[in-house]
């Protein structure tokens, strides 16, 4: 696992990589969700566990998914988004049928 620091919109985050395309985020100790690339597309989802994470957004870059954590409400109903990538309703799909 390699651990990066970045600032986006002027907050400071850890963003440490979990896997190939997965990327967990922090906000100093607080866990903010993870990141995960979908093709060309990173997907902020919001929550502590990964399994239930809820999507925050989609962003074109590393650094704007990060910040859509940091305004997400880990409980909140995800909010519908233009158009999913099918790499991401694939994820979803198998994650159901697990």
Known sequence: MSTMHLISNGQNY???RQASGLYRVLAGDRLLGFVERAGSVYVA????????????GQALSLAAAVALLR????????????????????????????
């Open 71 to 98: 305004t997400a409400q880990p409980d909140a109903q995800p909010q519908p988004t233009a158009a999913l990538s099918p790499v991401r309703t694939l994820v979803r799909v198998l994650r159901s049928v697990a």
């Open 14 to 16: 850890s963003v440490e």
């Open 45 to 56: 989802l919001s929550g502590s566990r990964y399994n239930r994470a809820v999507e925050a």
